[in-house]
């Protein structure tokens, strides 16, 4: 019996993150990606360009955002402006910014973090609430400004989350904060859409570990590709799924976290040692 339950989740995680997409549907769609200097956005940037799609990109450091912009080959249009969003003015500012540059807007992006270590917590409330003002404030703001936009094209947010925000580890409690609250609130939002059918769709993908370099700073185990990540949020995105995941070990662990609590928490805690 047991046998089969796996076979059964199994099945389900794999087709749960399994896509196809039509390049075709991105042909011309007018995309702003948040935090498209390095690592998941700038292969997020890359993907839209490929695929034919009219790109704003953000994130504070120009002459980086500016190199992104140039690679950005097969973009119909690729822009950046900088912004930093723990500051409570440039979510709405680099919002007007996109959709005056392209004329609307069909998809928001929301990848964006700020910078945290891998340690145990210090006290540090400071830290935690200038997080909290990057990784999730923003994100609301910047979904709020874009929002009527939105309405108009029927476009789309996608929201780049992760495990994390799923399941507690050790190490990570102000980013695992963060990662929570993106995930409550942009949850809450699905059902308020739906509630008073909005035509805009909502994707919160769930990645596990990738291998950007700020990640690779903080742990050491087998990474997945940032470039495939970046492929499996365009795809989610394009399809209007509601949630996905990436790798597929992500959705598996979703699926029987709270199925033993003890054992879950003592994997947890023994993997780190
Ligand atoms: P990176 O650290 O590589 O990139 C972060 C991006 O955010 C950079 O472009 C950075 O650019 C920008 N940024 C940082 N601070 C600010 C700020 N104050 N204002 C505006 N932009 C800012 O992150 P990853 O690519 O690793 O992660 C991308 C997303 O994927 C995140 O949402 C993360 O939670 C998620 N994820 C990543 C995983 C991984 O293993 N990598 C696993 C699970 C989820 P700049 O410094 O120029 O501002």
Not at 123 to 144: C, I, K, P, T, W
Not at 190 to 200: I, P, T, W, Y
Not at 228 to 249: D, I
């Amino acid at each position: 019996r047991l046998r089969v339950c796996v076979c059964v989740f199994v099945f389900i995680a794999l087709t749960g993150t399994r896509a196809t997409c039509s390049a075709g549907s991105l042909r011309g769609a007018r995309v702003l990606v948040t935090g498209a200097s390095t690592g998941i956005g700038e292969q997020l940037a890359y993907c839209y360009a490929r695929l034919g799609a009219q790109v704003v990109i953000t994130a504070r450091r120009e002459n980086v955002l500016q190199q992104v912009s140039v690679l950005a080959l097969g973009a119909q249009k690729a822009l950046y402006v900088t912004g930093d969003m723990a500051t409570t003015s440039d979510p709405s500012r680099v919002v007007k910014f996109a959709v005056d540059e392209l004329g609307g807007l069909d998809y928001l992006v929301l990848n964006h973090i700020g910078r945290y270590s891998f340690s145990p917590w210090s006290g540090d409330v400071h830290h935690v609430r200038g997080l909290m003002e990057v990784n999730f404030l923003s994100y609301v703001q910047l979904a709020s400004a874009a929002l009527p936009s939105l309405e108009k094209s029927k476009g789309s947010i996608v929201v780049v989350s992760s495990l994390l925000g799923k399941v507690s580890t050790p190490f990570t409690a102000p980013y695992t904060a963060t990662k929570f609250a993106v995930n409550g609130f942009f949850c809450t939002l699905q059902h308020e859409l739906a509630m008073r059918s909005s035509d805009v769709s909502l994707t919160i993908s769930i990645l596990g570990l990738v291998d950007t370099e700020s990640a690779m700073e903080k742990v050491r185990v087998v990474p997945y590709p940032a470039g495939e990540a970046a492929l499996h949020v365009v795809r989610a995105g394009s399809l209007r799924q509601k949630e996905s995941f990436y790798p597929w070990y992500t959705h598996l662990v979703c699926l029987v976290r709270d199925w033993c609590p003890f054992f879950r928490d003592v994997i947890i805690r023994n993997s780190y040692y």
